[in-house]
């Protein structure tokens, strides 16, 4: 019913920025939040930062400070602007999409991932 597609990553130097951006369409009514997850090769998928409906905000620890999360909820469009970027960032990005199926359960739909590279 959803579809979620990110654009945006490509290879920085340490200390580069580079802005992700996610946008969902499909049968969507509500979106009661967007946000942002990382992988990296070996390790779990983490979160990076989330927006809600009501907009409030959640970060990382690690990305506390360099990176800003914005909705544009006219067209089901988040962005993420990452700042002062860490080879530590490098990572796989997903946009996460939650969307309401009754008052208090919510479906998750992802995005294909995009690829964000930080050389030192």
């Known amino acids: 019913q959803v579809q979620v597609v990110e654009s945006g990553g490509g290879l920085v130097q340490a200390g580069g920025s580079l802005g992700l951006s996610c946008a969902a369409s499909?049968?969507?009514?509500?979106?009661?939040?967007m946000g942002w997850y990382r992988q990296a090769p070996g390790k779990q998928r983490e979160l990076v930062a989330r927006?809600?409906?009501?907009?409030?905000?959640n970060f990382a620890d690690s990305v506390e400070g360099r990176f800003t999360i914005s909705r544009d909820s006219a067209k089901n469009t988040v962005y993420l602007q990452m700042n002062s970027l860490k080879p530590e960032d490098t990572a796989v990005y997903y946009c996460?999409?939650?969307?309401?199926?009754?008052?208090?359960?919510?479906?998750?739909?992802w995005g294909q991932g995009t690829q964000v590279t930080v050389s030192s």
């Open positions: 996460n999409v939650v969307v309401p199926v009754t008052p208090h359960l919510n479906n998750d739909y």
């Open positions: 499909g049968n969507i009514f509500r979106i009661n939040a």
């Open positions: 927006i809600t409906r009501s907009g409030s905000t």
